[in-house]
């Protein structure tokens, strides 16, 4: 060497020496977001081992104890700023002295609705717990829900997606609904006010878009998503094709893009099969229907399989429920037995002061379907309606593949999972 | 930066460095003032690429071997041409407007790649030599075919991917040793491309496309060649990219290369 430049043989070691690092993978840096503490090891070393070998190993790697689990004798420690967590782990469980070696993992509470009922809604989240707030009550299989808590954390929904529910209407003052709900319309008496006279809509409302994590009642599928009250059906529960078919229109030129009818007949009925084609086609409406809870073939408007997303009904413990309708018409089943939703204001007595109760039926099992609908529509809002409900069918869970493995004329291609049709699907090698 | 203007800045550096009166070094013989090279290079780096219109970010991690020719046209100036393959891992790219929607961790996707570059000595002060260097790096678009196996129906994906990388800027080398050349070099570093995914179940279909930019433009690259004979050279050198995360704070990428040249 002619010269000696110090500083910049220096600069050459220290750059060659990073360079090895990269080479030999020896303290590759932490790039990614992770699922564990960045930095950070929770090791155990075995109990016959010194102090002084305990300091020793991680001095050696220029690591350090930070805190100490002292009745689990684990000690929290603090690997090099450079280094992979990984890695390390890898090292340290090569060590004798080292009972095990693992990341400090982050542990993250998936999106739970602070809404003091929520523990009783097994569809959305089971975990066997008791779904009645009465003790005795039955309790729900683990997982026969639709893993709504899940899929909650990638959306809750959009307030410009608008819900149409037809049916006897809403109450439109009830404490869980009414900061949802949108002017509808009143095609029984022919008015402007939609409010529920009989119980029916209030508790399809409720599954659909009840307010969510205001601390009161129930959550609802769609937070966000605002509902817009058709009242189509009498105090009876009863409702004329005509006036159905006009609510369909009314709710549509209102801009509701998820249609649920949580009703049913027999009869096959042109004028409505007409109204609901027009809003499919020439509207991009999605249109979640009961099957029907007579145990007997899909009714209408549910058998217009077509433009109808049919569905069929399950359990707390994702079996098909007995009076639940069937037919090749079934495109998905959902959780229609003893589901906690609103009732009526009015309903509420002194010894039953709160607005809420459990509904059973079909008309529940399409009401959580329309939920998802709406949260499918609020992050993909271009898709077509027949797109989502070809997203709702695949993601089914087809729990009763026992017995009918795929697609079966009771629950179509199973029970709805919200996660599986919302939340990004991991593609590895 | 546009995708239009990219080309026209690559164009000026290219240009730039190649319209340099390289320095007259020392008096080159005749005869020997035209060397024609080869080498095997190898690269790794890590960079952070952002996506939908800057409100993700994931890392670009690649992999790169290239047989490069090199022509020497005096000890000053030198142009070469490279073409080799890339491994590129694209995970974390997350794909939302697809039916459903796909998070990407399938790994490296491997492609051809080629290029090429131009450096010179544009002035020499003592034992130390300023000059510049610039270069143009295009991997070509591959594909990757993936299953889909988590639904009730079976799905299959398409991934195509390409990305493009320019960078230029002035180089500072000490001379002083016998067989050592560290250098340093502070370049403008540009990296840009798309990875599209195709989605398809049963009837469902879908296509996204997503244009990723990698962030930081300035790299700083420090190494040294080594060159104990005539015949043979070693280069390794490391790259340290400092960036703004989304949402505040600095952070920085790296990268590393070593190539091999022989003379002929």
Not at chain 1, 37 to 64: E, T
Not at chain 2, 55 to 72: F, H, T
Not at chain 2, 176 to 184: R, S
Not at chain 2, 235 to 245: D, G, H, I, S
Request: aromatic share 12%; with cysteine; net charge negative.
């Amino acid at each position: 060497m002619r010269k000696h430049h110090w500083a910049l043989s220096l600069a050459l070691a220290g750059c060659l020496a990073v360079f090895i690092g990269f080479v030999a993978g020896g303290i590759p840096r932490l790039e990614e977001e992770t699922d564990y503490v960045p930095g950070q090891v929770l090791l155990k070393f075995r109990s016959w081992v010194p102090v002084w070998r305990r300091v020793a190993a991680l001095s050696n790697v220029r690591s350090r104890a930070v805190s100490r689990i002292t009745r689990l004798d684990v000690f929290v420690v603090q690997i090099p700023d450079e280094a992979k967590v990984e890695d390390m782990v890898t090292a340290f469980n090569r060590n004798p002295d080292i009972e095990y070696a693992e990341p400090n993992h982050i542990f993250r509470a998936a999106v739970t609705p602070n809404d003091i009922y929520f523990k009783y809604q097994y569809a959305l989240f089971n975990k066997g717990q008791d779904i009645d707030w009465v003790p005795g009550g039955p309790q729900g299989k683990p997982s026969a829900d639709i893993k709504a808590p899940s899929a909650w954390e990638e959306t809750t929904g959009k307030e410009d997606v608008i819900i149409g529910i037809l049916d006897t209407g809403v109450d439109l003052t009830h404490e869980d609904l009414k900061n949802k709900i949108l002017p509808g319309y009143d095609f029984v008496n022919d008015d402007p006010d939609p409010t529920d006279d009989h119980y029916h809509g209030t508790m399809v409302a409720g599954v659909v878009g009840a307010e969510t994590n205001n601390g009161k009642g129930i959550a609802g599928i769609a937070w966000k998503g605002k509902i817009l009250p058709v009242k189509v059906l009498n105090d009876y529960g009863e409702g004329r094709a005509s006036d159905i078919a006009a609510g369909i229109s009314w709710a549509v030129e209102h801009g509701a893009k998820i249609l649920n009818l949580s009703f049913a007949a027999p009869s096959e009925n042109i004028t409505l099969g007409t109204a609901l084609k027009d809003a499919f086609e020439n509207k991009d409406v999605f249109i979640a229907a009961a099957a029907g809870n007579d145990n007997t073939a899909v009714y209408y408007p549910a058998a217009y399989e077509k433009y109808v997303c049919a569905v069929a009904a399950t359990d707390y413990n994702d079996e098909r429920a007995v009076y639940s309708n069937f037919g090749y018409e079934i495109d998905c089943a959902a959780p229609g037995e003893k589901i906690l939703t609103t009732i009526p204001s009015y309903l509420t007595t002194p010894l039953a002061p709160f607005p809420y109760g459990y509904g059973w039926g079909t008309s529940m099992a399409s009401a959580h379907v329309a939920g998802l609908a709406a949260l499918i529509k609020s992050i993909k809002p271009s898709l077509k309606p027949g797109q989502i409900m070809n997203i709702i069918r695949y993601s089914a869970d087809d729990v009763n593949a026992s017995v009918y493995k795929g697609k079966d004329e009771f629950l179509g291609y199973g029970r709805i999972n919200m996660e599986k049709a919302l939340v990004p699907l991991k593609i590895t090698n | 930066m546009s995708g239009k203007r990219i080309p026209t800045v690559l164009c000026f550096m290219v240009l730039g460095v190649a319209l340099f009166r390289p320095a007259p070094i020392q008096a080159q013989e005749p005869g020997q003032s035209i060397h024609i090279k080869s080498s095997l290079g190898v690269e790794y780096f890590s960079r952070t690429i952002v996506w939908d219109e800057g409100l993700y970010s994931s890392k670009l991690k690649a992999a790169i071997g290239v047989l490069r020719a090199e022509l020497e046209l005096q000890k000053s100036f030198t142009i070469g041409a490279f073409a080799g393959y890339t491994l590129s891992n694209f995970n974390g790219l997350i794909f939302r407007q697809l039916p459903f929607s796909i998070d990407y961790e399938a790994g490296n996707i491997g492609g051809l790649l080629w290029g090429a570059d131009v450096d010179t000595i544009l002035f020499v002060v003592g034992d130390y030599t300023i000059g510049a260097t610039a270069q143009f790096a295009m991997s070509l678009r591959s594909t990757a075919e993936f299953e889909i196996l988590s639904l009730n129906q079976k799905g299959d994906l398409v991934a195509k991917r390409k990305w493009n990388r320019v960078l230029g800027g002035p180089v500072i080398r000490y001379t002083g040793y016998e067989y050592f050349t560290p250098f340093l070099s502070i370049a403008y570093n540009r990296l840009w491309g798309t990875f599209t995914l195709s989605e398809t179940i049963v009837d469902l279909e879908g296509t996204e496309e997503k244009t990723i930019t990698g962030k930081g433009i300035v790299g700083i690259t420090v190494g040294t060649v080594y060159e104990p004979s005539a015949l043979f050279k070693l280069k390794a050198e490391v790259t340290a990219l400092p960036y703004t995360k989304i949402g505040g704070g600095l952070d920085v990428d790296y990268g590393a290369s070593v190539k091999v040249v022989v003379f002929f």
